[in-house]
């Protein structure tokens, strides 16, 4: 098997409600995104994907996200805040769909919101 990993970031805001009272405030964060996917074979150039075709995929993802309220998006809600686990979520699933014509596995999306604290979702 084998993996890639894309590093990118964006920055926006969000309010938490219901976790510590500084994060009920509004605030923001200079969020680290890394993605995983894995497969089995490699194409005819001997690569598992282009780099470049992946991260076209994970930036035009970050443009919903960057310099945004999160709160505000469609996909997070009352029932599901922009926490890094929600917003790690949001982007795995969203990636899944996009990449799965290029016939790549995305195997986790991980969520810094902080040098020291992170949030992975795993497909």
């Not at 690569?47 to 310099?67: A, S």
């Not at 990636?95 to 902080?114: D, H, M, N, Y």
Request: charged share 25%; glycine share 6%; proline share 2%.
């Amino acid at each position: 098997m084998y993996e890639l990993k894309v590093k990118t970031h964006f920055a926006a805001a969000h309010q938490l409600k219901l976790v510590a009272k500084k994060c009920e405030n509004l605030h923001g964060h200079n969020w680290q995104i890394e993605v995983r996917v894995g497969g089995e074979k490699l194409n005819s150039a001997g690569v598992l994907i282009d780099f470049g075709i992946l991260k076209q995929h994970i930036q035009d993802l970050m443009m919903i996200l960057d310099h945004k309220f999160l709160n505000e998006l469609e996909y997070f809600g009352e029932d599901n805040p922009p926490s890094s686990e929600n917003i790690a979520r949001f982007i795995a699933k969203d990636l899944e769909t996009r990449l799965k014509p290029e016939g790549i596995q995305l195997t986790s999306v991980t969520a810094w919101e902080s040098e020291d604290a992170c949030a992975t979702f795993f497909m």
